[in-house]
């Protein structure tokens, strides 16, 4: 019995066109590769034997249906015609003697392609962008695009091109092109995979186009007016000498701190709407950058300067005189008759004793410009894309919002100390700290910085702020007074040359708009 089933396996395994005959002798009654003929459906990899005899033989063949797929030993009808074993298979079939026979098996990362071409039939590589789904499935070949996967793997058809969102999971989503930026307020926003705007960079400055810019007195980037303030000692520092912090909004008492006799009121209350105050008092550098902007021909315009942010873009509540209830208004025509047009005018104008100004550049361009009045002052930060701010702001600021601070810097908020570590001044009515007047911005920093991060709010320059020189004016929401006539504007932080006194964040002092005095210069704010 063992000799005839040897012999009928024999026989039958070279001669698969009798597979009736076959199984007949071996009792089976269903033949698949996985029986006898295993051995020549693994040898057929050559093309030379086909795996069935007929178009039955217990595969399972298509019913003949348009698009149905080939089978291992069902029938074909053109010789030599390459097709592929189903769909999404890693096996290629020819048409030999009327029957599909394995011809080969593709290496791990192909299919075969079975698309209607010349490599129909051949091994293909799977599309990356379909390794990892089905025949069908609708993916994500690009941060936009959407594609069907082919029944194969193999290939993909375009299906969708998202516009301003993302391809997540085969579909569009979200709000935005993936890669893409955009400002919001001071920072870049950058637009992830998922089609989503994520804040990825806070700018020192401004943002302008999706990308962090400079404001027009550093745009040079020369000295002074670069990455180079915050030093000491004559040496340069090595931070953004326009940078420009936050300062978030809320209530507080104007010139009040409870502690320095006669700023223990709590009288004149004020709510002031979040701002940005520069880091710095203006240098000599960012001036000069000015200087030759109005020399080349710039000039304020009418109406500009103002708090556009607030009040629907009317600026700050006027609280002073004949025009209280209305809002600022911001740079008045007549006033630009008070700004130098040349640049040997500038050099007239600000040669005031102890002036920190020199024809061209020198080591003092570190320094605070100072000798300069109201109106350039104005007219600067006008230029440079800001304001002066209100009296209101700049106190607000320097106390520490509600903290109520005795100094800037004061931690916690009721220190009385102060020394040269901190500030630019003269103890006890002394020699100033600093041998030469004005120290270069932010000599005394961190030390002296106030509680978001501005430095010399107090020591080293008076600073000009939009305020005339009057009493308080309650209630103040977003408020300043702007009373005309102009005789005299409010300035704010001391000097080099005056007593700790004069450096309380409660004290104010008035200055003539039109004088040029060598310890007062300015700093501007910002919209947030």
Same mark, same amino acid.
């Given at each position: ?5 040897a012999?009928?396996?024999?026989v039958c395994?070279?001669?698969l066109s ?10 089976i009654t ?8 295993a051995?020549?459906a693994?040898?057929?990899k050559?093309g030379?034997t ?10 399972t063949c298509p019913?003949?249906?348009a698009?149905?797929?080939p089978a ?5 009808a053109?010789?030599g015609q ?11 079939l020819?048409c030999?003697?009327g029957?599909?026979?394995?011809r080969?098996t ?5 299919n075969c ?7 129909q ?5 799977i ?5 990892n789904?089905?025949?069908g499935?609708?993916v994500?070949?690009?941060?936009t *695009?959407? &594609? %069907?996967?082919g029944?194969d793997?193999v ?5 969708? #091109? @998202? =516009?301003?969102?993302a391809?997540?999971g085969g579909?569009?989503t979200?709000?935005c092109?993936?890669?893409t930026t955009?400002c919001?307020? *001071?920072? &870049? %926003?950058?637009c992830e995979?998922d089609?989503?705007w994520h804040?990825?960079? #806070? @700018? =020192?400055?401004t ?10 007195s550093?745009?040079s980037?020369?000295a002074g ?5 915050g030093?000491?000692g004559?040496?340069?520092?090595s931070n953004?000498?326009c940078?420009s912090f ?6 507080f ?10 700023d223990?009121?709590?009288s004149?209350?004020a709510t002031?709407s ?7 008092e203006?240098t000599?550098?960012?001036?000069r ?9 710039w000039r304020?315009?009418a109406?500009?300067?103002?708090h556009?942010?607030?009040n629907g873009?009317?600026g700050l ?11 600022e208004?911001g740079?008045d025509a007549?006033w630009t008759?008070n700004?130098?047009t ?10 005031c004793?102890?002036?920190?100004w020199m024809s061209s ?9 100072n ?5 350039e ?7 440079d894309g ?12 320097a106390?520490?919002?509600s903290?109520q601070r005795v100094?800037?810097w004061?931690?916690?908020?009721m220190s009385?100390t102060?020394?040269?570590a901190?500030?630019?001044?003269s103890?006890?009515g002394?020699?100033p ?5 004005p120290?270069?911005?932010g ?14 709010l ?7 702020t939009l305020?005339s020189s009057a009493q308080?004016v309650?209630?103040c ?7 005309p ?6 300035a704010?932080?001391?000097s080099y040359?005056?007593v700790?006194?004069a450096?309380?964040s ?6 003539a708009?039109?004088?040029r005095?060598?310890?007062?210069g300015v ?6």
């Amino acid at each position: 019995m063992r000799t005839r089933w040897a012999t009928a396996l024999f026989v039958c395994t070279g001669l698969l066109s009798a597979v009736a005959a076959c199984s007949a002798v071996l009792g089976i009654t269903d033949f698949t590769p996985g029986d006898a003929g295993a051995a020549d459906a693994a040898s057929s990899k050559d093309g030379t034997t086909p795996a069935h005899s007929d178009g039955s033989g217990g595969a399972t063949c298509p019913d003949g249906s348009a698009g149905a797929p080939p089978a291992v030993g069902c029938a074909c009808a053109q010789a030599g015609q390459l097709a592929c074993n189903g769909s999404a298979q890693r096996q290629t079939l020819f048409c030999s003697g009327g029957l599909w026979t394995l011809r080969s098996t593709c290496p791990s990362g192909e299919n075969c392609d079975s698309r209607v071409s010349a490599a129909q039939g051949t091994c293909a590589a799977i599309d990356p962008t379909c390794m990892n789904a089905r025949p069908g499935d609708t993916v994500c070949s690009g941060p936009t *695009t959407a &594609v %069907q996967c082919g029944p194969d793997l193999v290939s993909e058809t375009p299906v969708a #091109t @998202c =516009s301003n969102q993302a391809c997540v999971g085969g579909a569009c989503t979200g709000v935005c092109t993936p890669n893409t930026t955009q400002c919001s307020g *001071t920072g &870049v %926003q950058t637009c992830e995979m998922d089609g989503q705007w994520h804040a990825t960079t #806070t @700018c =020192s400055e401004t943002c302008s186009g999706g990308a962090c810019g400079f404001f027009p007195s550093c745009v040079s980037r020369a000295a002074g007016a670069g990455n180079d303030c915050g030093g000491s000692g004559g040496d340069a520092g090595s931070n953004d000498c326009c940078a420009s912090f936050e300062v978030p909004g809320g209530m507080f008492y104007r010139g009040y701190d409870g502690v320095s006799p006669g700023d223990n009121s709590q009288s004149s209350p004020a709510t002031v709407s979040g701002f940005r105050l520069d880091a710095y008092e203006v240098t000599v550098g960012r001036f000069r950058e000015f200087v030759n902007a109005v020399a080349g021909g710039w000039r304020p315009g009418a109406g500009e300067g103002k708090h556009t942010h607030l009040n629907g873009g009317s600026g700050l509540a006027n609280v002073g005189g004949i025009d209280a209830g209305a809002f600022e208004a911001g740079w008045d025509a007549s006033w630009t008759s008070n700004l130098a047009t040349t640049t040997a005018g500038w050099d007239s104008a600000l040669g005031c004793p102890g002036a920190t100004w020199m024809s061209s550049a020198a080591k003092g361009e570190h320094q605070p410009i100072n000798c300069i009045t109201w109106y350039e002052a104005y007219a600067f930060c006008i230029w440079d894309g800001g304001f002066l701010p209100s009296e209101a702001e700049w106190n607000y600021a320097a106390s520490g919002g509600s903290e109520q601070r005795v100094y800037p810097w004061s931690s916690p908020s009721m220190s009385t100390t102060i020394d040269c570590a901190h500030a630019n001044y003269s103890p006890m009515g002394m020699s100033p700290c600093s041998t030469t007047g004005p120290e270069d911005v932010g000599s005394a920093s961190p030390a002296g910085d106030g509680k978001w991060g501005q430095a010399d709010l107090s020591g080293n320059v008076w600073e000009w702020t939009l305020d005339s020189s009057a009493q308080y004016v309650t209630p103040c929401t977003d408020c300043a007074n702007v009373e005309p006539p102009l005789a005299s504007r409010v300035a704010r932080g001391g000097s080099y040359s005056l007593v700790a006194s004069a450096l309380l964040s409660s004290y104010r002092s008035p200055y003539a708009v039109a004088i040029r005095d060598g310890s007062v210069g300015v700093r501007c704010a910002r919209g947030p």
